[in-house]
């Protein structure tokens, strides 16, 4: 879970994003994160609109609803911005929270979020996890594939980790890996 305090490794996250998209010239479409109780969202949330990147952060929660999602951004926007010394009414931008990634309950490894994470192990070699990073990818993809996101355009995905979740998936990932007509040994 979050707490106040633990947000602000997340706003150091988001100004190192910052750091790196100015030094390579790069302009966000949009920002996605995972939101599980709201820390990843709000501490990048806070750095992005300190610098002035302005795009939309969207949030693709693990776990709950948008209306309890948007509770809990309320709550960590607030305590961050005391804990910074800024004023708890400064504007957020635009922000998205979707809930329809989510599946069954926390941790439920859906079809997209697996598909998801054969994508990005196949193309990047990156590896996600079922029940933070691969939902976020799983939803990105859903919403370039919708038309959202033009090929020529920057969007970045935060990728929290949850690596070693994938051992705890290990007869999810074997069944889906089969059913996509992959053999393993």
């Known amino acids: ?4 305090l633990s947000c602000l490794g997340y706003v150091r996250a988001g100004l190192e994003l910052a750091e790196q998209l100015a030094a390579s010239g790069l302009t966000p479409a949009a920002v996605y994160t995972p939101f599980g109780t709201g820390g990843i969202f709000a501490g990048t949330l806070t750095a992005l609109r ?13 776990n709950g609803d948008a209306e309890q999602c948007q509770a809990n951004l309320d ?6 911005g005391e804990l910074l010394d800024r004023d708890p009414d400064r504007p957020r931008g635009a922000t998205e929270i979707h809930d329809e990634f989510v599946g069954r309950a926390y941790g439920d490894a859906t079809e997209a979020c697996l598909d998801a994470i054969l994508l990005m192990g196949e193309t990047e070699g990156i ?4 029940v933070y990073s691969g939902k976020v990818f799983a939803a990105l993809c859903a919403h370039r594939h919708e038309g959202r996101w033009p090929a020529d355009q920057t ?18 990932l074997r069944a889906h ?4 007509g992959i053999d393993l040994p």
């Open 1 to 4: 879970g979050s707490t106040p």
């Open 127 to 130: 590896l996600l996890d079922p």
């Open 155 to 172: 969007v970045v995905m935060l990728h929290s980790g949850g690596t070693p979740a994938l051992f705890a998936y290990e007869a999810e």
């Open 50 to 62: 300190e610098l002035d990147i302005d795009c939309p952060v969207v949030g693709i929660s693990v």
């Open 75 to 80: 709550n960590w926007w607030t305590a961050i």
């Open 177 to 180: 890996l089969t059913k996509r």
